[in-house]
């Protein structure tokens, strides 16, 4: 059976009573309470409206969806978008009053509105534009000069407002308000002067901003990276899904002669809701970089110098085959594979078990939870279960920064539909608003918290977290908190609750279907242990006896390097220089590695000195899956080809093992998918059939599959909170300095930058003063910071964003000394 929750379980829609009424003589049968204009369109009467969107909360602004309901007083024009349906009501979507009110509303909202399709980004796609050529009269009364405004202004650094353009339908302003939180733009003046406009001096600085711009039924805000770049019509469109979230939230992809231009939200109700974060909407820019690695690259006489892939290739297998002759597997390292296809990662996991004979494989660079528990916990929570939670607990990162997606749909359940939110966390967070219960701790003392709840400490939240259901979403909240204490805390939150549903939260883009294909020491294809019986029915498979013994993580891995227990290492799309928390464990091992072979799209401080770069395929230049944080399988396409003579991971490494006398037959992508469908057990039936024209909102591979671990989230140990006057919290924020976000012109100056962020009440101890410099000095680093007076960082905490833009890093030692810079 393909890999699927079945319409039994606990994605099924609960149970409506229907009722009967009547649209345009036609007797239908629709879900009582339901809006009127939501069941008119599922029942194919399609009401034309501009501020009613189905996300949203219904306002009956624009008067549009006017339609005559009978009433015991006779026929009554009512807004459709504000009307529930009721047994027996009788609609009409067409009558001659319909009609000439549709005309009114489409001459006013004309009356000022310009006349600039030809060079309005809107064009070809507007909503005004269609439903003024449906619905409207034709021509206009309103003879008048049309009021203008200056043009265009930008309210935030990726949105442009043309105020002439907007006709008040407050989409804008509401999924501001209701969706994002993030209430920074809003309506000005009154009457015929009324406006949207951003608050004096305060940008439109949200992390949703574009999804204005997508649901803005007229032109009115355009996104800077599209503006002037396309028609519509000219665009060629895809399919897919975000590898910028771990939610992995439907998309699609716009490309013009092989260009990407844009991506747009697609409505998943298991996923996003058809909202994306600004860094998933406009995270296509490093694609088009012309720093792309775009040919072979070996080191001769100190430089790079490109070869043909065929001298490349023979080059890497034969280093490869020498140090797994003379050391065997154990000798050699790899590392990476999160940030592809589900396709390339198997590939690279079978590559390193049959052609290197080696173990030492992980996806994450030491900053993951445990492997079994993110790949395998029991209890597997799905995002949709936040829906109908009756607690929601978030001990973990800011998901704001880190998790958008989860972050919409959690705050959604708390502000929407009731939600009991509980959030802990060293410092403020984009849910704090939102929160029924909210505990702060000192970075590092995450495990005293937990001791406090478990001796009957804060008794509000302990009651929150006895509930019937508690969906669990727990993670690294800072790098002072360790790998250990989340699974500590699902451990102990499901003796609490009568039913307890995991999470478990990881960065990077598909690290989910890295692990479920095995890229981890201890993990074989399929969540099974690499001395399993499993994995050696997946060895006799390969045609191979893979080594059964777990292998090095990429931690372990690196001081091989350094000691010289590990000679060669395989960077396969990672920059653990830049990812891991203590980046000087990367640069010493890297600097003491013997051989370094790199895949990757870039030059980045990983791979800057490595003895061979080979040019990767990147997202949208290949088709294959990738898997979600709840175990959501979907399709990703190919849009265009890569640039030069750059290829997918999978053929690469199948290249290698071919010259070193393997066949891994790694003939296609679809062999590969093929492949992964018959023989690893829990993929079973997932293939891009099933995914394409079945369940194309995904797969969800099932956690009680008993081909596969399951494992019980186990208490840990811990250290009591450090004592000091100021412990670090070091996080990840959305925007850094990674290398593609370094290529995205439009998305990196969104970086923070080099800055702490303090209490105002601790600044006087230490002489820090907003805007000048404070040095932070840690027992693993230290560095000049800028100061933000910050009043959501507690008292004697500070907050330095990790892999900033000119930032030092400071390791994961809470305890930290500050001391003013004399300029």
Same mark, same amino acid.
């Given at each position: 059976?393909?890999?699927?929750?079945?319409?039994?379980?606990?994605?099924?829609?609960?149970?409506?009573?229907?009722?009967?009424?009547?649209?345009?003589?036609?007797?239908?049968?629709?879900?009582?309470?339901?809006?009127?204009?939501?069941?008119?369109?599922?029942?194919?009467? /399609?009401?034309?409206?501009?501020?009613?969107?189905?996300?949203?909360?219904?306002?009956?602004?624009?008067?549009?969806?006017?339609?005559?309901?009978?009433?015991?007083?006779?026929?009554?024009?009512?807004?459709?978008?504000?009307?529930?349906?009721?047994?027996?009501?009788?609609?009409?979507?067409?009558?001659?009053?319909?009609?000439?009110?549709?005309?009114?509303?489409?001459?006013?909202?004309?009356?000022?509105?310009?006349?600039?399709?030809?060079?309005?980004?809107?064009?070809?796609?507007?909503?005004?534009?269609?439903?003024?050529?449906? /619905?409207?009269?034709?021509?206009?009364?309103?003879?008048?000069?049309?009021?203008?405004?200056?043009?265009?202004?930008?309210?935030?650094?990726?949105?442009?407002?043309?105020?002439?353009?907007?006709?008040?339908?407050?989409?804008?302003?509401?999924?501001?308000?209701?969706?994002?939180?993030?209430?920074?733009?809003?309506?000005?003046?009154?009457?015929?002067?009324?406006?949207?406009?951003?608050?004096?001096?305060?940008?439109?600085?949200?992390?949703?901003?574009?999804?204005?711009?997508?649901?803005?039924?007229?032109?009115?805000?355009?996104?800077?990276?599209?503006?002037?770049?396309?028609?519509?019509?000219?665009?060629?469109?895809?399919?897919?899904?975000?590898?910028?979230?771990?939610?992995?939230?439907?998309?699609?992809?716009?490309?013009?002669?092989?260009?990407?231009?844009?991506?747009?939200?697609?409505?998943?109700? $298991?996923?996003?809701?058809?909202?994306?974060?600004?860094?998933?909407?406009?995270?296509?820019?490093?694609?088009?970089?012309?720093?792309?690695?775009?040919?072979?690259?070996?080191?001769?006489?100190?430089?790079?110098?490109?070869?043909?892939? $065929?001298?490349?290739?023979?080059?890497?297998?034969?280093?490869?085959?020498?140090?797994?002759?003379?050391?065997?597997?154990?000798?050699?390292?790899?590392?990476?594979?999160?940030?592809?296809?589900?396709?390339?990662?198997?590939?690279?996991?079978?590559?390193?078990?049959?052609?290197?004979?080696?173990?030492?494989?992980?996806?994450?660079?030491?900053?993951?939870?445990?492997?079994?528990?993110?790949?395998?916990?029991?209890?597997?929570?799905?995002?949709?279960?936040?829906?109908?939670?009756?607690?929601?607990?978030?001990?973990?990162?800011?998901?704001?920064?880190?998790?958008?997606?989860?972050?919409?749909?959690?705050?959604?359940?708390?502000?929407?539909?009731?939600?009991?939110?509980?959030?802990?966390?060293?410092?403020?967070?984009?849910?704090?608003?939102?929160?029924?219960?909210?505990?702060?701790?000192?970075?590092?003392?995450?495990?005293?918290?937990?001791?406090?709840?478990?001796?009957?400490?804060?008794?509000?939240?302990?009651?929150?977290?006895?509930?019937?259901?508690?969906?669990?979403?727990?993670?690294?909240?800072?790098?002072?908190?360790?790998?250990?204490?989340?699974?500590?805390?699902?451990?102990?939150?499901?003796?609490?609750?009568?039913?307890?549903?995991?999470?478990?939260?990881?960065?990077?883009?598909?690290?989910?279907?890295?692990?479920?294909?095995?890229?981890?020491?201890?993990?074989?294809?399929?969540?099974?242990?690499?001395?399993?019986?499993?994995?050696?029915?997946?060895?006799?498979?390969?045609?191979?006896?893979?080594?059964?013994?777990?292998?090095?993580?990429?931690?372990?891995?690196?001081?091989?390097?350094?000691?010289?227990?590990?000679?060669?290492?395989?960077?396969?799309?990672?920059?653990?220089?830049?990812?891991?928390?203590?980046?000087?464990?990367?640069?010493?091992?890297?600097?003491?590695?013997?051989?370094?072979?790199?895949?990757?799209?870039?030059?980045?401080?990983?791979?800057?000195?490595?003895?061979?770069?080979?040019?990767?395929?990147?997202?949208?230049?290949?088709?294959?899956?990738?898997?979600?944080?709840?175990?959501?399988?979907?399709?990703?396409?190919?849009?265009?080809?890569?640039?030069?003579?750059?290829?997918?991971?999978?053929?690469?490494?199948?290249?290698?093992?071919?010259?070193?006398?393997?066949?891994?037959?790694?003939?296609?992508?679809?062999?590969?998918?093929?492949?992964?469908?018959?023989?690893?057990?829990?993929?079973?039936?997932?293939?891009?059939?099933?995914?394409?024209?079945?369940?194309?909102?995904?797969?969800?591979?099932?956690?009680?599959?008993?081909?596969?671990?399951?494992?019980?989230?186990?208490?840990?140990?811990?250290?009591?909170?450090?004592?000091?006057?100021?412990?670090?919290?070091?996080?990840?924020?959305?925007?850094?300095?990674?290398?593609?976000?370094?290529?995205?012109?439009?998305?990196?100056?969104?970086?923070?930058?080099?800055?702490?962020?303090?209490?105002?009440?601790?600044?006087?101890?230490?002489?820090?003063?907003?805007?000048?410099?404070?040095?932070?000095?840690?027992?693993?680093?230290?560095?000049?910071?800028?100061?933000?007076?910050?009043?959501?960082?507690?008292?004697?905490?500070?907050?330095?964003?990790?892999?900033?833009?000119?930032?030092?890093?400071?390791?994961?030692?809470?305890?930290?000394?500050?001391?003013?810079?004399?300029?």
């Amino acid at each position: 059976m393909p890999a699927q929750v079945s319409s039994a379980g606990r994605f099924a829609m609960s149970e409506r009573t229907l009722v009967t009424i009547t649209i345009n003589g036609e007797d239908k049968q629709v879900p009582e309470g339901e809006l009127l204009i939501k069941a008119a369109q599922d029942e194919g009467t /399609y009401i034309p409206r501009f501020c009613w969107h189905e996300r949203m909360n219904p306002v009956g602004m624009c008067r549009m969806c006017l339609v005559e309901v009978d009433t015991p007083r006779g026929p009554m024009m009512v807004t459709a978008c504000t009307n529930n349906v009721t047994e027996g009501m009788v609609v009409d979507t067409e009558s001659a009053e319909v009609k000439k009110a549709q005309e009114a509303i489409l001459e006013f909202l004309l009356a000022n509105h310009p006349l600039d399709c030809p060079v309005c980004d809107k064009g070809g796609e507007c909503p005004l534009q269609d439903q003024a050529m449906a /619905y409207g009269p034709g021509e206009s009364r309103f003879v008048e000069i049309k009021r203008t405004y200056e043009k265009p202004i930008p309210i935030s650094d990726l949105v442009l407002l043309d105020r002439e353009r907007c006709i008040l339908c407050a989409r804008c302003t509401r999924f501001s308000d209701e969706i994002s939180g993030d209430p920074l733009i809003e309506f000005k003046d009154r009457g015929n002067a009324t406006e949207v406009n951003t608050f004096p001096d305060l940008p439109f600085s949200s992390y949703f901003s574009g999804n204005t711009v997508q649901i803005c039924p007229v032109g009115a805000l355009t996104a800077k990276p599209y503006r002037f770049r396309a028609r519509p019509w000219d665009l060629k469109k895809v399919e897919s899904s975000s590898l910028q979230d771990t939610a992995h939230p439907r998309m699609e992809i716009h490309a013009s002669q092989n260009e990407i231009l844009r991506y747009t939200g697609v409505d998943n109700d $298991a996923t996003n809701h058809g909202w994306l974060s600004d860094k998933a909407r406009f995270g296509f820019e490093h694609l088009r970089s012309d720093n792309r690695v775009t040919e072979p690259l070996v080191r001769r006489g100190g430089e790079l110098v490109a070869v043909p892939w $065929a001298e490349a290739i023979d080059m890497v297998a034969t280093r490869f085959q020498l140090v797994k002759d003379e050391d065997g597997g154990e000798a050699i390292g790899v590392i990476g594979g999160a940030n592809g296809t589900n396709e390339d990662a198997y590939a690279l996991s079978k590559f390193a078990r049959v052609a290197l004979g080696t173990n030492n494989v992980d996806a994450t660079v030491g900053d993951a939870l445990a492997s079994h528990f993110l790949a395998a916990t029991v209890d597997r929570a799905c995002i949709s279960d936040i829906d109908d939670a009756d607690t929601i607990l978030v001990w973990g990162p800011d998901l704001k920064e880190e998790h958008p997606t989860l972050y919409l749909r959690v705050r959604r359940a708390a502000q929407e539909l009731g939600k009991t939110l509980v959030v802990i966390h060293p410092r403020a967070t984009g849910l704090d608003d939102r929160a029924s219960h909210k505990l702060n701790y000192r970075p590092g003392g995450g495990f005293q918290l937990l001791d406090e709840l478990a001796e009957g400490e804060h008794a509000d939240v302990l009651h929150a977290l006895s509930a019937n259901k508690v969906v669990v979403l727990v993670g690294m909240a800072s790098h002072a908190d360790g790998p250990d204490l989340a699974e500590s805390v699902a451990a102990f939150i499901r003796q609490k609750a009568v039913k307890t549903l995991i999470l478990p939260l990881n960065s990077r883009s598909n690290t989910y279907g890295a692990l479920d294909m095995g890229l981890a020491p201890d993990l074989f294809p399929g969540r099974v242990n690499v001395d399993s019986a499993g994995a050696a029915a997946l060895g006799e498979a390969w045609g191979g006896e893979p080594a059964g013994l777990p292998g090095r993580d990429s931690t372990e891995i690196l001081a091989g390097l350094d000691s010289g227990e590990v000679r060669a290492l395989l960077l396969v799309g990672s920059d653990p220089v830049r990812d891991m928390p203590i980046p000087s464990a990367a640069s010493d091992g890297l600097a003491g590695a013997e051989y370094v072979v790199s895949i990757d799209m870039f030059v980045n401080d990983s791979n800057c000195n490595a003895d061979v770069i080979l040019p990767a395929a990147g997202f949208a230049e290949k088709e294959g899956t990738v898997t979600n944080v709840e175990g959501r399988v979907q399709k990703v396409n190919q849009i265009r080809p890569a640039p030069g003579q750059a290829r997918a991971d999978w053929a690469v490494v199948g290249d290698v093992a071919l010259s070193m006398g393997v066949d891994l037959g790694l003939g296609s992508v679809e062999i590969i998918n093929k492949e992964i469908s018959e023989i690893v057990g829990a993929y079973e039936g997932v293939t891009f059939d099933l995914l394409e024209w079945e369940q194309r909102e995904g797969a969800v591979i099932p956690v009680d599959d008993t081909r596969v671990i399951s494992h019980i989230p186990i208490a840990a140990g811990g250290k009591a909170s450090p004592e000091a006057a100021f412990t670090l919290h070091v996080a990840r924020t959305m925007y850094d300095d990674g290398v593609r976000l370094r290529e995205s012109p439009s998305l990196h100056p969104l970086a923070p930058g080099a800055v702490v962020r303090i209490n105002p009440a601790d600044a006087p101890s230490v002489g820090a003063q907003d805007g000048r410099p404070l040095r932070v000095v840690t027992s693993q680093g230290e560095g000049e910071f800028t100061v933000v007076l910050d009043e959501g960082t507690p008292a004697g905490v500070l907050f330095v964003p990790f892999n900033q833009p000119g930032g030092a890093h400071l390791g994961t030692d809470p305890v930290a000394r500050v001391t003013p810079v004399k300029t």
